[in-house]
């Protein structure tokens, strides 16, 4: 395991320890806390011994996410117990279901726009983040965003950033605060290897978008027969807790819509090892397409499927569309 990486999980379970020994001297019943207690130590010693991270049973490494969310993990998915693959499915189911419920309603119309989407796992759980809120003066906000890492880590870390989100649109602020504030409770919030790649636009019912691309892929503005990319304007989200973001603006015209996506569309690879890619986007975006975002999201998904083949996409995959009326 990295220095890096290992002196972040030591500190962590440094403080855990601290907390856990105030819990243990103030509390009537302290059997758990004092177990707890236990297993950081091994923890420590483990890190001390440089076997930390490394499963007990066959010392192959354990999954990422699963140590990232659980420390005092000691085996690979490989020897869990019965008991403990038991629960880990039990977790999992509610982790699916409590991320189902955080998606938004799609085909929607809305403030003078239309909006559709798809929201594809490549496992149980999916790190992308896809959302849509009234702003509290009429606008809407649509967002589509990517956590570094996958799995379970990466899910709870999407669920952390849509709680942030949706709390810092209610109260109104301009679009580059909002993104400035939300990156800063993030990169406090979580270790210093997670950060979110987003889009987040502010749509009116002039057909004028504010649009925040912080080290996202580029969201394409598809109308009379041009397709326009709209480049990054700033870094992913939580890189530094002092990042400061810029917007850019656009203005749809009836008909128009704004193609949004997450790198699982553009990276998902064939069976020949190529990547769907930019190029390929784009000719689907010039193509003479369907009025209704829901047919164009669609339409986007087969010419995905086309390319994999029998393959299925190794990555998370959302595409929103969305389209002035």
Sequence with gaps: MEITAQSLFQDQLADRKRRLQTAAATLPAAADVRRLLEEVDEALRRIELGTFGLCETCQDPIETDRLMADPLTRFCLD????????????DLDLATRIQRELLPKSDLAVGGWQIAFHYQAAGPVSGDYCDLLPGPHGDTYFLVGDVAGKGVAAAMLMSHLSAMLRTLISIGLPLPELMQRASRVFCESTLPTH???????????????????????????????EVTAVSATSLPIGLFCTEEFTCTSVRLHPGDTMLLYTDGLIEAQNGAGADYGMERLRAFALAPLPDSPRAIVDACVRDLGGFLGSRSPTDDVTVMALRRL
């Design 195 to 225: 950060y979110v790649t987003l889009v987040c636009g502010r749509a009116s019912a002039t057909g004028d978008i504010e649009v925040c691309n912080a080290g996202h892929p580029p969201p394409l503005v598809l109308g009379g027969g």
């Design 79 to 90: 020897h869990l117990s019965p008991r403990e693959q038991r629960a880990l499915q039990q």
